[in-house]
């Protein structure tokens, strides 16, 4: 087998890519994120065996982390040297903090050292997802390891802002440190993972907190789907301080600036609605660039990771990337030692080419984060109270390329019409253009946001619990039927399960990471259960 990984819900035949990834990395490349995983368990062995003060002795450490395991999220970095290039950076942190504080540590993960691409390509071949027998164990350390990579993507954000938990970074050292232990058992494991969720559930409120604090809260928002006649940048991804220096750096130029997936919910911020040249969103979810990026005719920044291997160099010389992402070939812009992102070749480039190709009209509405649902409170409280509202369906999460994914759009068409769809993530793709009314007002639709507002979903729930005067947010008429595809909507899961939430329905399939007896135990657990058809899974929420 020259590779194996099974951390995102299109692996091949729900079983594991053990030849190429579905995501499109090569067998190198897959080995190389297993390598820098492997790497960032040592460098959390010395972090915990020396009870070290993540605040003060660990500074580089901890956001070199982050950046790591961000880096091995699907579809975020295809760059083999970029990857091998930060496994050689965190050995060096790794071997600079045990001189200092673990200077007899012998564990192989502290103490392993490459020289070559060679040598790190045989080295990952021991240390992979597999080199775990027990397929209980494997199971759940994976799937604590891919709710770390969810966790830190969204800590890099909120510390691309300047905040930071240093309680999450401990978590992190001290659950990748526990993979490496064999006395644990499953039962350590199930509580482990569940602690997973906890500061998932911190991760989430920091980005929260850093979002609303630098860029307001979001308000409800029409968002413009059409396109105008000027040169033009697309951005996608997740992070906003990208996409505020990209607009900072095009106003005044005549180079409009458009959002695509999971940047879509940027609109509703306050601080972006200043820049007159912020003209709208362009195209779908992440799977659709293929098509959408040849018709958008201009250059395309990768924030973060959804990044699908462009099928024509003309689209590849237009694609830059950014932060925690790469792919071969491309641009990658690095900022300076004050932050300072240079996007002044992007913009040139945009000057030069077709304004984008119009692919539809219209607009759609999003801005429905917790602050501004909880503004709406009394509307909402009073057309449960009347029946108008008779229950919510939360369908937070991912979009991807299978065809069942159809499902989604299906089950939100035949809703009845006194129903509520919360939404947050790139899910929302699969009926947010669709005409779906409102009631009283209220649009049946209500997103909050990207996949980390989930936060929001869960705020949401907590205030209607707390007005109606119920003892457990399971008593709301609130349905979980939430799409899964990467690792941040692992981390979302956990911590919905933290959280104390059951009774979630996941899809389109459940994660091929969740072994035989792991999957059991979340069952009679948490009552976790993947969906059915449309019209058996209408009928079982509705009766309800």
Same mark, same amino acid.
């Given at each position: 087998?020259?590779?194996?990984?099974?951390?995102?819900?299109?692996?091949?035949?729900?079983?594991?890519?053990?030849?190429?990834?579905?995501?499109?990395?090569?067998?190198?490349?897959?080995?190389?994120?297993?390598?820098?995983?492997?790497?960032?368990?040592?460098?959390?062995?010395?972090?915990?065996?020396?009870?070290?003060?993540?605040?003060?002795?660990?500074?580089?450490?901890?956001?070199?982390?982050?950046?790591?395991?961000?880096?091995?999220?699907?579809?975020?970095?295809?760059?083999?040297?970029?990857?091998?290039?930060?496994?050689?950076?965190? $050995?060096?942190?790794?071997?600079?903090?045990?001189?200092?504080?673990?200077?007899?540590?012998?564990?192989?993960?502290?103490?392993?050292?490459? +020289?070559?691409?060679?040598?790190?390509?045989?080295?990952?071949?021991?240390?992979?997802?597999?080199?775990?027998?027990?397929?209980? $164990?494997?199971?759940?350390?994976?799937?604590?390891?891919?709710?770390?990579?969810?966790?830190?993507?969204?800590?890099?954000?909120?510390?691309?802002?300047?905040?930071?938990?240093?309680?999450?970074?401990?978590?992190?050292?001290?659950?990748?440190?526990?993979?490496?232990?064999?006395?644990?058992?499953?039962?350590?494991?199930?509580?482990?993972?569940?602690?997973?969720?906890?500061?998932?559930?911190?991760?989430?409120?920091?980005? +929260?907190?850093?979002?609303?604090?630098?860029?307001?809260?979001?308000?409800?928002?029409?968002?413009?789907?059409?396109?105008?006649?000027?040169?033009? $940048?697309?951005?996608?991804?997740?992070?906003?301080?990208?996409?505020?220096?990209?607009?900072?750096?095009?106003?005044?130029?005549?180079?409009?600036?458009?959002?695509?997936?999971?940047?879509?919910?940027?609109?509703?911020?306050?601080?972006?609605?200043?820049?007159?040249?912020?003209?709208?969103?362009?195209?779908?979810?992440?799977?659709?660039?293929?098509?959408?990026?040849?018709?958008?005719?201009?250059?395309?920044?990768?924030?973060?990771?959804?990044?699908?291997?462009?099928?024509?160099?003309?689209?590849?010389?237009?694609?830059?990337?950014?932060?925690?992402?790469?792919?071969?070939?491309?641009?990658?812009?690095?900022?300076?030692?004050?932050?300072?992102?240079?996007?002044?070749?992007?913009?040139?480039?945009?000057?030069?080419?077709?304004?984008?190709?119009?692919?539809?009209?219209?607009?759609?509405?999003?801005?429905?984060?917790?602050?501004?649902?909880?503004?709406?409170?009394?509307?909402?409280?009073?057309?449960?109270?009347?029946?108008?509202?008779?229950?919510?369906?939360?369908?937070?999460?991912?979009?991807?390329?299978?065809?069942?994914?159809?499902?989604?759009?299906?089950?939100?068409?035949?809703?009845?019409?006194?129903?509520?769809?919360?939404?947050?993530?790139?899910?929302?793709?699969?009926?947010?253009?669709?005409?779906?009314? +409102?009631?009283?007002?209220?649009?049946?639709?209500?997103?909050?946001?990207?996949?980390?507002?989930?936060?929001?979903?869960?705020?949401?729930?907590?205030?209607?619990?707390?007005?109606?005067?119920?003892?457990?947010?399971?008593?709301?008429?609130?349905?979980?039927?939430?799409?899964?595809?990467?690792?941040?909507?692992?981390?979302?899961?956990?911590?919905?399960?933290?959280?104390?939430?059951?009774?979630?329905?996941?899809?389109?399939?459940?994660?091929?990471?969740?072994?035989?007896?792991?999957?059991?135990?979340? $069952?009679?657990?948490?009552?976790?259960?993947?969906?059915?058809?449309?019209?058996?899974?209408?009928?079982?929420?509705?009766?309800?």
């Amino acid at each position: 087998m020259s590779m194996f990984c099974y951390q995102c819900q299109e692996t091949a035949g729900g079983k594991g890519c053990t030849i190429r990834g579905v995501c499109g990395k090569s067998e190198e490349v897959a080995k190389l994120q297993d390598l820098l995983i492997y790497t960032l368990k040592g460098l959390a062995q010395v972090v915990v065996k020396a009870n070290v003060d993540v605040k003060e002795d660990v500074d580089e450490a901890n956001h070199e982390t982050l950046r790591s395991l961000f880096m091995t999220i699907t579809n975020a970095n295809f760059d083999d040297q970029a990857l091998e290039k930060q496994i050689l950076k965190m $050995i060096s942190i790794r071997d600079e903090l045990k001189k200092k504080v673990l200077a007899n540590a012998t564990s192989d993960a502290i103490v392993f050292s490459v +020289d070559s691409r060679k040598s790190m390509l045989e080295k990952a071949a021991t240390v992979g997802v597999l080199s775990t027998e027990n397929e209980d $164990i494997r199971s759940l350390n994976e799937m604590i390891i891919y709710g770390l990579k969810g966790m830190a993507a969204y800590a890099e954000h909120a510390l691309n802002i300047g905040n930071e938990n240093f309680d999450i970074y401990a978590f992190i050292y001290e659950a990748l440190a526990a993979t490496l232990d064999d006395s644990l058992t499953v039962d350590d494991l199930v509580a482990l993972t569940l602690k997973t969720g906890e500061h998932g559930v911190k991760a989430m409120a920091l980005i +929260d907190e850093a979002n609303t604090t630098r860029f307001g809260d979001p308000q409800m928002t029409e968002v413009n789907i059409g396109v105008r006649n000027n040169p033009a $940048i697309m951005i996608t991804g997740h992070d906003f301080v990208d996409l505020y220096q990209l607009l900072e750096q095009t106003k005044g130029t005549g180079v409009d600036v458009y959002t695509h997936g999971e940047m879509l919910p940027a609109h509703s911020y306050p601080a972006f609605k200043k820049y007159d040249n912020f003209v709208g969103n362009y195209g779908n979810a992440w799977w659709q660039q293929l098509t959408e990026f040849e018709t958008f005719n201009g250059p395309v920044l990768f924030t973060t990771n959804c990044i699908v291997p462009p099928r024509n160099e003309e689209v590849r010389k237009r694609i830059y990337t950014t932060g925690s992402t790469g792919y071969p070939g491309c641009k990658h812009i690095d900022p300076d030692e004050n932050g300072h992102k240079d996007f002044s070749e992007i913009i040139a480039l945009a000057k030069s080419l077709p304004a984008p190709e119009q692919i539809e009209s219209g607009s759609i509405i999003g801005g429905f984060a917790h602050n501004q649902v909880i503004a709406l409170a009394d509307k909402i409280v009073s057309a449960i109270k009347s029946g108008a509202i008779k229950k919510f369906f939360v369908m937070a999460g991912c979009d991807g390329r299978m065809r069942s994914r159809k499902y989604y759009t299906e089950f939100a068409q035949k809703l009845p019409k006194d129903t509520v769809i919360l939404t947050a993530g790139c899910a929302k793709y699969r009926y947010n253009k669709l005409k779906l009314g +409102d009631i009283s007002g209220i649009p049946r639709v209500l997103d909050a946001g990207q996949c980390n507002d989930s936060y929001s979903l869960v705020l949401i729930a907590l205030k209607l619990k707390e007005i109606f005067g119920l003892e457990n947010i399971n008593e709301l008429p609130i349905v979980f039927n939430i799409a899964w595809y990467e690792q941040k909507a692992v981390i979302v899961l956990l911590a919905l399960l933290y959280l104390g939430i059951k009774d979630i329905h996941l899809g389109p399939t459940l994660p091929g990471f969740f072994s035989p007896n792991v999957a059991k135990i979340l $069952i009679e657990k948490f009552n976790i259960a993947s969906i059915g058809t449309v019209e058996d899974d209408l009928k079982l929420f509705l009766n309800t």
